[in-house]
Nanobody, 117 residues
Framework: QVQLVESGGGLVQPGGSLRLSCAAS????????MGWYRQAPGKQRELVAL???????NYADFVKGRFTISRDSAKNTVSLQMNSLNPEDTAVYYC???????????WGQGTQVTVSS
């Protein structure tokens, strides 16, 4: 089992920035993939960004260079720097841990990000 704890969500004005962080604990393998998905009201959960233990990354198209994912494998943490936020980025953001690309893995409890003036 893997436990994921997110932090850093909140309310921000359009054009602003937020940084999300997630810490993993439990049965952590050295080779893994961590990252973020999001789910807006009435929509399906969608990929935001993932990063492998070799620092390979996968970003959603809507990121468009606004978001940057990073990790500290020694601490089992992953972060998401979000810049130039717009109201369409409003969603619950979920941390994700998995062993293989394309699988579901484990989820955190989610952190709310609201972009509004």
């Amino acid at each position: 089992q893997v436990q994921l704890v997110e932090s850093g969500g909140g309310l921000v004005q359009p054009g602003g920035s937020l940084r999300l962080s997630c810490a993993a604990s439990g049965s952590i393998f050295n080779s893994n993939i961590m990252g973020w998905y999001r789910q807006a009201p009435g929509k399906q959960r969608e990929l935001v960004a993932l990063i492998g233990s070799g620092d390979s990354t996968n970003y959603a198209d809507f990121v468009k260079g606004r978001f940057t994912i990073s990790r500290d494998s020694a601490k089992n943490t992953v972060s998401l720097q979000m810049n130039s936020l717009n109201p369409e980025d409003t969603a619950v953001y979920y941390c994700n841990y998995k062993l293989y690309w394309g699988t579901t893995g484990y989820w955190g409890q989610g952190t709310q990000v609201t972009v509004s003036s």
